[in-house]
């Protein structure tokens, strides 16, 4: 009979990845199969974790095999309709929090919330602060809304393209977005876990940089006066990202580069 030593051994797999395949199969935490790694496991349950191992040798992502992602701290659902949070986005929280002191009265905005991963971390680090998320996907916001309500966030969701999904009043003291920004012809979209994901969370379709330039060109129009706009980027898109906020009249524009040393957030203020 097979134990979980074994199994990950043979699986193929980085030894996280298995572990991770296992906590799932045998419904038990990291902690239970670093005490039971020689314990033996039932056939049904070892043959469950041999498919799925076979699954993520073909490229299959972890996150969709076991149906969620860890992203500051909190477990959140994932699946193949949204974009698998990234440790890259924990900074685009980061310097979300930066701009927004911890009291009352202020408001954020996530456009394109995918699983909710920002929106609601924001929400469970800043109580006080209202956050509004929206996404042009029905079934996105559907996630998102199942993930807040596990967390116990208070994030209030909207569904639309950008900013036409917000009421024609209101503005924000903040507003971020981790939009599509893989240009059309990247090579990468056929590759790793990228294949797996949607396509529409990926790429504008275009040139990387579209969903970009409508986010800031309207910005103006939902940001208070010395409210902050940061957005995700790719790593070579930041100088072109700086000089679109400058020219629409942002100030205090600066790039922040993400654990790998590579520029991944720029952000200005009106």
């Known amino acids: 009979m097979q134990t979980a030593q074994s199994l990950t051994s043979m699986s193929g797999l980085p030894r996280l990845e298995a572990r991770m395949l296992l906590e799932m199969v045998l419904c038990k935490p990291r902690e239970w199969l670093l005490a039971h790694d020689t314990d033996p496991i039932a056939p049904e349950a070892a043959a469950q974790f ?3 191992a076979a699954q993520r040798r073909q490229g299959t992502p972890v996150a969709h095999l076991v149906g969620h992602r860890e992203f500051m701290g909190h ?12 440790p890259e986005t924990e900074l685009l929280v980061e310097m979300a929090l930066q701009s927004l002191p911890d009291g009352a009265g202020l408001s954020l905005l996530d456009l394109g919330t995918g699983s ?6 924001v929400a469970l680090a800043r109580p006080t602060v209202r956050v509004v998320a929206t996404d042009l996907s029905e079934t996105a916001l559907a996630l998102a809304q199942k993930n807040a309500q596990q967390l116990e966030a208070r994030v209030q969701f909207s569904q639309g393209s950008w900013y036409e999904a917000l009421p024609a009043e209101g503005r924000f003291d903040v507003i971020v977005s981790n939009p599509p920004y893989i240009a059309h012809s990247d090579p990468h979209l056929s590759r790793g876990d990228l294949r797996f994901e949607p396509v529409g969370a990926l790429t ?3 040139d990387g940089l579209s969903a970009l ?12 006066a010395g409210g902050w706009l940061w ?14 906020l ?8 600066q790039t922040k580069q993400d654990l790998a040393g590579l520029p991944r957030i720029t952000g200005g203020s009106l």
Do not use: K, M
């Open 50 to 52: 041999l498919t799925l």
């Open 75 to 86: 477990r959140l659902s994932v699946s193949a309709e949204v974009l698998i949070p990234r």
């Open 116 to 121: 909710g991963a920002v929106a609601i971390s």
């Open 204 to 206: 504008d379709g275009a």
């Open 213 to 224: 330039r409508h986010i800031i060109a309207g910005a103006s129009q939902h940001l208070i």
């Open 231 to 244: 957005l995700e980027h790719g790593y070579a898109q930041g100088e072109e990202v700086a000089h679109l």
């Open 246 to 253: 400058l020219r629409a009249g942002f100030n205090a524009v």
